[in-house]
């Protein structure tokens, strides 16, 4: 939106004559700049964020295949524990919980938890889990 304002600031500037016509061009010529820069700068961030994760999970977790972790349903939020970090997920941030056949994928607003399903011993264990944790998210 900045971007917009400021090109049109600038485009009315050297233009110098201010006619209607004028003025409704600059408008529609800044209203489409920023919306290009915008949709460039979200990209560009989203891609940022995504390298400097990867980043941080590589350091800290060494490239190891696999992380042991720990991980309880509680009534009030998902916690979880690998790699020596401990994390707490709100049932209230909960945004879905979805399943795949390789693992239970439940959503938070800032995050995800990943359940595989090589850490249920059986379907029906997996099929328990997946009940509580609906239950508890209220989703």
């Given at each position: 939106?900045?971007?917009?304002?400021?090109f049109f600031a600038i485009w009315t500037y050297?233009?110098?004559?201010?006619?209607?016509?004028?003025?409704?061009?600059?408008?529609?010529?800044?209203?489409?700049?920023?919306?290009?820069?915008?949709r460039l700068f979200r990209s560009e961030l989203?891609?940022?964020?995504?390298?400097?994760?990867?980043?941080?999970?590589?350091?800290?977790?060494?490239?190891?295949?696999?992380?042991?972790?720990?991980?309880?349903?509680?009534?009030?939020?998902?916690?979880?524990?690998?790699?020596?970090?401990?994390?707490?997920?709100?049932?209230?941030?909960?945004?879905?919980?979805?399943?795949?056949?390789?693992?239970?994928?439940?959503?938070?607003?800032?995050?995800?938890?990943?359940?595989?399903?090589r850490h249920f011993a059986t379907p029906d264990?997996?099929?328990?889990?997946?009940?509580?944790?609906?239950?508890?998210?209220?989703?």
């Amino acid at each position: 939106m900045a971007t917009g304002l400021l090109f049109f600031a600038i485009w009315t500037y050297i233009s110098g004559s201010r006619t209607l016509w004028q003025l409704a061009l600059a408008l529609v010529a800044s209203i489409g700049c920023g919306m290009i820069f915008a949709r460039l700068f979200r990209s560009e961030l989203v891609k940022q964020l995504q390298k400097q994760q990867r980043k941080v999970v590589a350091e800290h977790f060494g490239g190891k295949p696999t992380i042991p972790s720990e991980l309880e349903l509680r009534p009030d939020a998902v916690w979880v524990r690998q790699g020596g970090m401990e994390m707490i997920f709100p049932w209230n941030v909960c945004t879905g919980i979805a399943e795949t056949p390789d693992d239970i994928e439940i959503d938070f607003s800032p995050g995800i938890c990943v359940v595989r399903n090589r850490h249920f011993a059986t379907p029906d264990e997996r099929q328990a889990f997946i009940a509580v944790a609906r239950r508890l998210s209220g989703k």
